[in-house]
């Protein structure tokens, strides 16, 4: 079975420009989360998605957003870059956000470097 | 303020011994915790879980303590192995909460040695 994947794996930009990241949960899937993991630290909380709907947001400006798809596929896009956001994006899947024992799963994540 | 604190960077073992990995956590309204370990160029892959209402949680060579009182976790590998050799993270969860986001710790370089 396929796991999480990203794309892209790597992505170059500058300063003030846009970025939009992609995710496609594991199949069955039906919540996707977005963390940025920077140097040093552990991943960061962004976004929770889950049945389209936003669940959960963390302490990141409006500059980020994000939306899923029927097909559960997740995007994240992010406006006005800065170099603080060059970091690496995860996208984890679980089924459904609260259920007993539920555990995320990791894509390999998107490098993104704003020069 | 960083709820979930790995306070070791890095341990360094043997091959063939144990790794014990720490994590205290400051929040008491997580009642899950998870461990994950991340390869370079890789994203975190998951290892082992526990619930607040037990202490203990095998599975093979891992097993993770937890003694809410203290608030603290710890992740027992034996024997450690040098395909062990990654960045470990822990990481907590509020399952009563209206969403299931996970806390991280800043995540501790285990190395082990042939």
């Known amino acids: 079975d396929a796991g999480v994947t990203q794309s892209p794996t790597h992505l170059i930009k500058t300063r003030g420009q846009h970025v939009t990241l992609r995710c496609s949960p594991i199949?069955?899937?039906?919540?996707v989360s977005w963390y940025q993991q920077v140097l040093g630290q552990g991943p960061q909380f962004i976004f929770q998605?889950?049945?389209?709907?936003?669940?959960g947001r963390g302490n990141f400006p409006d500059r980020f957003s994000a939306r899923q798809f029927p097909n559960y596929s997740s995007e994240l896009n992010v406006n006005a870059l800065l170099l603080g956001d060059s970091a690496l994006y995860l996208c984890?899947?679980?089924?459904?956000?609260?259920?007993?024992?539920?555990?995320?799963?990791f894509g390999p994540g998107t490098r993104l470097l704003v020069l | 303020d960083q709820q979930v604190k790995q306070n070791s960077p890095s341990l360094s073992v043997q091959e063939g011994r144990i790794s014990i990995l720490n994590c205290d956590y400051t929040?008491?309204?997580?009642?899950?915790f998870l461990w994950y370990k991340k390869y370079p160029a890789e994203g975190p892959t998951f290892l082992i879980s526990i619930s607040s209402i037990k202490d203990k949680n095998e599975d093979g060579r891992f097993t993770v303590f937890l003694n809410k009182s203290a608030k603290h976790l710890s992740l027992h590998i034996v024997p450690s192995q040098p395909g062990d050799s990654a960045v470990y993270f822990c990481a907590a969860s509020n399952y009563g909460g209206s969403n299931y986001k996970l806390t991280f710790g800043k995540g501790t370089l285990l190395t082990v040695n042939p």
């Open positions: 929040n008491s309204m997580f009642d899950y």
């Open positions: 998605y889950y049945e389209k709907e936003e669940r």
């Open positions: 984890a899947s679980s089924y459904a956000p609260g259920r007993d024992k539920e555990t995320q799963y």
């Open positions: 199949s069955g899937h039906k919540s």
